[in-house]
């Protein structure tokens, strides 16, 4: 039989690596197909449909990452194929108040995302990067700015999930959820990650902000998520 296959950016976390905690951590056999965001191989299979499930190539109907095939069928939207395995592995609920709230977890992230496929992080990155093309540029701090904003207000809502609930995982449960997962990428990639492509003063900021503002947040994030996930963690992650 065919292993199920994730197919996403090896070199960042963003929506693939939550997926990925969820297969290892159920010890699935899968295929991590991975490729770097600027390679060859994925831009010629992107021309080529590889990632496309729907013959009409609708927008919104697939062509980003990550996919997921299992059996044939190929899974796309990351937050859809989180529930589909999580509900598979004991990383969901079938109660409906805490799918609720395991729901909106996962949807906060993707809200301040504002649902693109390019997010402050890689913009942040971008224009760094690549500062002398002009319209990417961060010369009046704007990505920045973005960066900083995106990072506090996920961290200070996820400090009033845990204020509110009270338990050690950010839905109000006693073990870890997809909401979880699809949280904790965000910090786990990009600001607890010595080999973060974001700069250690950066990096730094971010600590101190969430110190001074959401300690309970930074608790979960060091005391809670990052023991849990340090064997399933990709190496190699920038951001
Ligand atoms: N809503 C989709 C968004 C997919 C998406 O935009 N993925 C990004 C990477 S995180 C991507 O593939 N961007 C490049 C592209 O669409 O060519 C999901 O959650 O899966």
Avoid at 41 to 68: C, H, I, M, Q, W
Avoid at 164 to 169: I, L, Q, S, T
Wanted: proline share 5%.
């Amino acid at each position: 039989m065919t292993k199920p296959r994730l197919t996403y950016f090896g070199d960042i976390g963003g929506r693939g690596e939550p997926i990925r905690f969820v297969l290892k951590l159920a010890n699935v056999d899968f295929e991590d197909d991975l490729f770097g965001a600027k390679s060859e191989e994925y831009a010629s299979r992107k021309a080529k449909g590889d990632f496309n499930s729907n013959p009409t190539k609708l927008k919104g109907t697939g062509g980003g990452l990550p996919v997921y095939v299992e059996d044939g069928t190929l899974y796309y939207e990351s937050n859809a194929i989180l529930r589909m395995l999580g509900m598979k592995h004991g990383f969901y609920s079938t109660d409906p108040a805490t799918a609720w709230e395991i729901d909106v977890c996962m949807e906060k992230v993707e809200q301040v995302w504002k649902h693109a496929g390019f997010t402050p992080m890689t913009l942040y990155l971008v224009a760094r990067t690549t500062a002398k093309v002009d319209s990417l540029a961060d010369s009046d701090g704007e990505a920045t700015a973005n960066l900083v904003a995106m990072y506090t207000e996920l961290a200070e809502w996820g400090e009033a999930q845990l204020k509110k609930h009270g338990k050690p995982f950010l839905a109000g449960t006693d073990s870890p959820t997809i909401a979880d997962f699809r949280y904790i990428v965000q910090f786990s990639d990009s600001i607890f990650n010595e080999g973060s492509a974001i700069d250690a003063k950066m990096r730094d900021k971010i600590k101190a902000m969430m110190d001074d503002k959401t300690p309970d947040f930074k608790k979960w994030v060091e005391d809670t998520m990052l023991p849990l996930l340090k064997d399933v963690r990709t190496p190699g992650i920038l951001w």
